[in-house]
């Protein structure tokens, strides 16, 4: 028993310490990239590649939601350790995926051609093609190569192995891509580059893999009914792509890339806020999967509600602390970046508020996939797509790209308070009212110390200045965090063993 008890506090520490690792990598070589691309290549060539990269996306839909249901239906067996049934669910998955990957394939050379139509005389257009054909590569790597293995290493708790690879992963083309970059070699020999390095993940992965599980078998008998929530998982997908990759081609489309690249320098920063939120997230899924698949409910709302108050805290603090250093920030960051206007303080507010609203579905998120409520849920996705597109394509064409923040805005109020409430509802069996009011009272408490951090007159001048006093604001910020987390520590320790 004590074993278990150690393994599980292990499990919970390695997923949470890979993920942050793998954010902190993400968001300082995330950082690193664009001034380089933007100075060396111009803002428009940024966009290119960043509106190529957000149409690619919407090519994973072909993947049709097998990854989410192949995560649940393997939790089941893995808790039991019937290698049948996991290597029959696994090999099913792998079929899926090799077929998935032939379709994206076509779409990735159809894109090619259309793509260059879409942003006329901007940039050269066989350069364009070009660019979505090497971008395309690494998407394909995940069909035919990767998709497997993130499926079992997630469903066994096994999230911060990815989380390592990818971070070597993404240190080593950021590497790269500044060397080329320095070289003065060509946008495209760069991001070329950049996708072999992406597909060394694979052989970690595999070795990985076929060393730590017994008797795996890619090629048994296909357990297709398993996977059977593949399509309604796959309405949360095209919901999840339209929503969070829709502003780029909003903007692509209606706009210019030069506003793409404006647009992309502020999602960078703000998505940096959201991948260190996500290291507090990211593999709790499995976690409540085990949970419910043992029937135990009481020990389901206990960890829950501690790690929603946990992570609304969190939330808070981050985005306190984005609130008040992102203009100081976007000053100093693009000082360089004159062929564009990058300093826009009301585009600034808006992915402030756009983020804290999208996060607060994240807890519950997690635990409905956990419990695989796909199917119930599938029609809430598809209107909060409807309310995405319609406000983003309307205000874009009244306010530019501040427009798509607007609509993102909208959706994800909606979509957070659902969440929230079919989460407490249908899956813990409780009333929201609680959720609410932490949601209520965590920002109340986070806007007085905003409140009193615009009081003090900050110096942001340089470099040094900025990261000293964002030390100093971090401090102030993290004493409303400090205190939930001492209050929480003990709590936390029981719900997880």
């Given at each position: 028993m004590n074993h278990i008890l150690s393994t599980r506090k292990k499990e919970v520490l390695y997923t949470v310490t890979g993920n942050l690792l793998l954010q902190i990598a993400t968001a300082i070589c995330g950082f690193i990239l664009p001034p380089l691309v933007i100075g060396?290549?111009?803002?428009?060539?940024?966009?290119?590649?960043?509106?190529?990269?957000?149409?690619?996306?919407?090519?994973?839909?072909?993947?049709?939601?097998?990854?989410?249901?192949?995560?649940?239906?393997?939790?089941?067996?893995?808790?039991?350790?019937?290698?049948?049934?996991?290597?029959?669910?696994?090999?099913?998955?792998?079929?899926?995926?090799?077929?998935?990957?032939?379709?994206?394939?076509?779409?990735?050379?159809?894109?090619?051609?259309?793509?260059?139509?879409?942003?006329?005389?901007?940039?050269?257009?066989?350069?364009?093609?070009?660019?979505?054909?090497?971008?395309?590569?690494?998407?394909?790597?995940?069909?035919?190569?990767?998709?497997?293995?993130?499926?079992?290493?997630?469903?066994?708790?096994?999230?911060?192995?990815?989380?390592?690879?990818?971070?070597?992963a993404i240190i080593a083309n950021t590497a790269v891509a500044v060397v080329l970059i320095r070289l003065h070699c060509s946008i495209l020999l760069v991001k070329f580059a950049s996708a072999v390095v992406y597909l060394g993940r694979y052989v970690f992965l595999s070795m990985y893999v076929h060393k730590n599980y017994s008797q795996l078998d890619f090629h048994a008998e296909p357990d297709r009914q398993a996977i059977r929530q593949s399509k309604n998982v796959l309405v949360h997908q095209i919901g999840g792509l339209v929503v969070f990759n829709s502003p780029l081609v909003i903007i692509t489309i209606f706009c210019s890339l030069k506003d793409a690249s404006v647009y992309t320098v502020y999602a960078m920063v703000f998505g940096a806020v959201n991948q260190l939120l996500g290291a507090f997230s990211n593999g709790m899924q499995s976690f409540f999967g085990e949970s419910l698949v043992k029937d135990d409910l009481e020990r389901t709302r206990k960890i829950f509600g501690r790690y929603e108050t946990l992570f609304f805290a969190v939330e808070g603090w981050f985005y306190s602390m984005a609130y008040l250093l992102i203009m100081p920030f976007m000053r100093l960051y693009t000082a360089n970046m004159t062929d564009a206007e990058y300093i826009q303080p009301v585009l600034a507010l808006l992915f402030v508020a756009s983020g804290v609203l999208t996060n607060i579905r994240n807890p519950g998120g997690q635990l409905i996939n956990a419990a695989g409520h796909f199917k119930r849920t599938q029609w809430r996705s598809v209107v909060e797509v409807c309310i995405n597109i319609v406000s983003s394509v309307i205000f874009t064409l009244k306010f530019g790209i501040c427009g798509v923040v607007i609509g993102s805005i909208l959706s994800s109020f909606y979509r957070g308070i659902d969440v929230v409430i079919y989460t407490n509802r249908h899956i813990l069996n409780l009333s929201s009212f609680f959720s609410f009011t932490k949601i209520i009272l965590i920002s109340l408490v986070f806007g007085i110390f905003i409140f009193f951090c615009l009081k003090i007159k900050f110096g942001f001048e340089t470099w040094i200045f900025w990261i000293f006093n964002a030390l100093a604001e971090a401090v102030i910020c993290a004493v409303p965090v400090g205190i939930i987390l001492l209050s929480l520590r003990k709590k936390i320790a029981r719900s997880v063993m």
């Amino acid at each position: 028993m004590n074993h278990i008890l150690s393994t599980r506090k292990k499990e919970v520490l390695y997923t949470v310490t890979g993920n942050l690792l793998l954010q902190i990598a993400t968001a300082i070589c995330g950082f690193i990239l664009p001034p380089l691309v933007i100075g060396v290549f111009g803002s428009s060539v940024n966009g290119m590649v960043q509106s190529v990269s957000q149409f690619i996306a919407y090519l994973n839909i072909v993947e049709a939601g097998v990854g989410g249901a192949s995560i649940a239906a393997l939790y089941k067996p893995l808790a039991d350790g019937d290698v049948k049934e996991r290597n029959s669910i696994l090999s099913a998955t792998a079929g899926f995926y090799n077929r998935s990957g032939i379709f994206f394939v076509v779409l990735v050379f159809i894109l090619a051609f259309v793509y260059p139509l879409v942003i006329g005389n901007q940039v050269d257009r066989i350069q364009a093609s070009l660019m979505v054909l090497v971008l395309g590569i690494t998407g394909a790597a995940e069909f035919f190569l990767i998709g497997k293995y993130r499926v079992l290493l997630t469903a066994d708790k096994k999230v911060y192995v990815i989380s390592i690879v990818q971070m070597l992963a993404i240190i080593a083309n950021t590497a790269v891509a500044v060397v080329l970059i320095r070289l003065h070699c060509s946008i495209l020999l760069v991001k070329f580059a950049s996708a072999v390095v992406y597909l060394g993940r694979y052989v970690f992965l595999s070795m990985y893999v076929h060393k730590n599980y017994s008797q795996l078998d890619f090629h048994a008998e296909p357990d297709r009914q398993a996977i059977r929530q593949s399509k309604n998982v796959l309405v949360h997908q095209i919901g999840g792509l339209v929503v969070f990759n829709s502003p780029l081609v909003i903007i692509t489309i209606f706009c210019s890339l030069k506003d793409a690249s404006v647009y992309t320098v502020y999602a960078m920063v703000f998505g940096a806020v959201n991948q260190l939120l996500g290291a507090f997230s990211n593999g709790m899924q499995s976690f409540f999967g085990e949970s419910l698949v043992k029937d135990d409910l009481e020990r389901t709302r206990k960890i829950f509600g501690r790690y929603e108050t946990l992570f609304f805290a969190v939330e808070g603090w981050f985005y306190s602390m984005a609130y008040l250093l992102i203009m100081p920030f976007m000053r100093l960051y693009t000082a360089n970046m004159t062929d564009a206007e990058y300093i826009q303080p009301v585009l600034a507010l808006l992915f402030v508020a756009s983020g804290v609203l999208t996060n607060i579905r994240n807890p519950g998120g997690q635990l409905i996939n956990a419990a695989g409520h796909f199917k119930r849920t599938q029609w809430r996705s598809v209107v909060e797509v409807c309310i995405n597109i319609v406000s983003s394509v309307i205000f874009t064409l009244k306010f530019g790209i501040c427009g798509v923040v607007i609509g993102s805005i909208l959706s994800s109020f909606y979509r957070g308070i659902d969440v929230v409430i079919y989460t407490n509802r249908h899956i813990l069996n409780l009333s929201s009212f609680f959720s609410f009011t932490k949601i209520i009272l965590i920002s109340l408490v986070f806007g007085i110390f905003i409140f009193f951090c615009l009081k003090i007159k900050f110096g942001f001048e340089t470099w040094i200045f900025w990261i000293f006093n964002a030390l100093a604001e971090a401090v102030i910020c993290a004493v409303p965090v400090g205190i939930i987390l001492l209050s929480l520590r003990k709590k936390i320790a029981r719900s997880v063993m």
